[in-house]
């Protein structure tokens, strides 16, 4: 079964820094790869996502890139602010199935001010 | 419009104790999923309903089962709750497809087994 793996489980900048997650899957069959930022006693809520048909995609301050070839993809967010601070999990699956994501660890994101 | 609801929002069981944790969706989605999260493991799936009348397990679905009641309503059941099964759960739905793929998360449960 596909299984994601999510790094770094921590990380923290300064505010107006960028911050860059990484994510490796591991079926080639995965196509979505959504990211969901999840603040402290909340439900995770979904901030981009990317389709195997795009490379990258961007949205204000983040954006995210796509390497099929290498089976992995990256969330950006520049000039980081204070309610940037979160817990940042990316997820694969594939469309046009049961819609299942697998999700990896979690990256725990602080922006310092 | 609530979204996912889910019940109760806290818990807290002994060991060997039974419950359901109950959890129901207003936007006509066809897939159901339940996951729980632990501290550094993210998102672990347990099971899924990807239509009214199915279900599967998920990566980790011991010592729990579900119940696809309707189109709107996933139950997760413990039978014999375990320290091991203290954790968040969260409840999602999603309808898979080209155009709308996110999932919809419930406000999740958290559940503590002493």
């Known amino acids: 079964g596909e299984n994601v793996e999510q790094h770094p489980s921590t990380l923290s900048v300064q505010e107006g820094d960028s911050a860059v997650i990484k994510c490796t899957y591991s079926?080639?069959?995965?196509?979505?790869f959504p990211w969901y930022k999840q603040e402290l006693g909340k439900r995770p809520q979904l901030i981009i996502d990317?389709?195997?048909?795009?490379g990258e995609k961007k949205d204000q301050r983040i954006a995210v890139t796509l390497n099929k070839t290498a089976k992995h993809f990256s969330l950006h967010i520049t000039e980081t602010q204070p309610e940037d601070s979160a817990v940042y999990f990316c997820?694969?699956?594939?469309?046009?199935?049961?819609?299942?994501?697998?999700f990896g660890q979690g990256t725990t994101l602080q922006v310092k001010p | 419009n609530a979204g996912v609801t889910q019940t109760p929002k806290f818990q807290v069981l002994k060991t060997g104790q039974s419950m359901t944790l109950q959890c129901a969706q207003d936007?006509?989605?066809?897939?159901m999923y339940w996951y729980r999260q632990d501290p550094g493991m993210g998102l672990r799936l347990i099971y899924y309903?990807?239509?009214?009348?199915?279900?599967d397990k998920g990566e980790v679905p011991n010592g729990y089962n579900v119940s696809r009641l309707n189109k709107r309503e996933f139950s997760l059941r413990l039978e014999s709750a375990a320290p091991s099964q203290t954790s968040v759960y969260f409840c999602?739905?999603?309808?898979?497809?080209?155009?709308?793929?996110?999932?919809?998360f419930g406000s999740g449960t958290r559940l503590t087994v002493v």
């Open positions: 990317i389709r195997s048909n795009v």
């Open positions: 936007m006509n989605h066809n897939s």
């Open positions: 997820a694969a699956s594939i469309t046009g199935n049961t819609g299942k994501l697998i």
């Open positions: 079926d080639s069959a995965s196509n979505y």
């Open positions: 309903s990807a239509s009214e009348g199915t279900t």
């Open positions: 999602a739905s999603s309808e898979p497809g080209w155009r709308d793929y996110g999932y919809t």
